[in-house]
């Protein structure tokens, strides 16, 4: 009753961004191709057309990430076969390079049960406290990023379980996120293995969102503070055409300090 798909969708945006990367929330029967990494948080209901565009995109030198409650049902709702996560017949299972059989939910309503587990390896001090996929690496090149760990791990019997996998497929990876993690553990494991670089290998800041429209004539560059907290930037080339809570900064020319709620547009 606790998983919530819209929940997941938050948690991952937020990662990205707190990373600083832009990333978008679209329909799962968008057009992928522009895209270099696609994430399916909790998407429970997986058809074989849905796996295997998975795998295509994949396969042609994409990055994928499943989490941790994804693929486990087609779109009849029934049980793919074979061990989870099923989808595609198996399609899935084989991308990932896993296989599980069962999960183990947390919950602290049982008096004296654990309702957090820690995870060790590359993303050790990260915490679970939902749901964990027991899972056993199958495939041959698949690489275990991170495990559960510590006492409540070995109370569950999921001490030393793979919980993070990446698995090389076709031209691509394709990741296994088997459990819940907050955003300050996912945009951990964002910024280890899933930022990218604009052209000039920058990347943005993590407090402001910068978004980029392009016309036939003129770039427009939007900028807007996430926190609460006012936000300096510097740099800032083009005109400026719009300013709202926001003003020219200190260090001219380029410099502009933008307070909470504010936006700045430029024109390029």
Known sequence: MKLSHWHDVR????AFLDAGERADVVPLKYDWSAYSVVVLPSVLMLSAADTQRLADFTAAGGKVVIGYATGLID?????????????????????????GEEFNILGCEAEGEPCAIELGGGMAGAVTRLWQNDVNVEGVGTEVLATYSGEAADEWELDGTAAITRNPYGAGTAYFVGCDLNVADLTRFVRTNLTTSDCDGSRQRGDVLHTVRKSADATFDFYMPRGKQEVTLCGIEGEP???FQSEVGPEEPGSY?????????TKR
């Open 11 to 14: 948690d991952w945006y937020r």
């Open 75 to 99: 779109e009849h709702f029934h049980t793919w076969l074979g061990g989870y996560p099923g989808a595609g017949d198996g399609l899935l299972r084989t991308m990932l390079g896993i296989r």
């Open 241 to 243: 055409i719009c300013r």
């Open 257 to 265: 300090v933008i307070h909470r709620n504010g936006i700045l547009i």
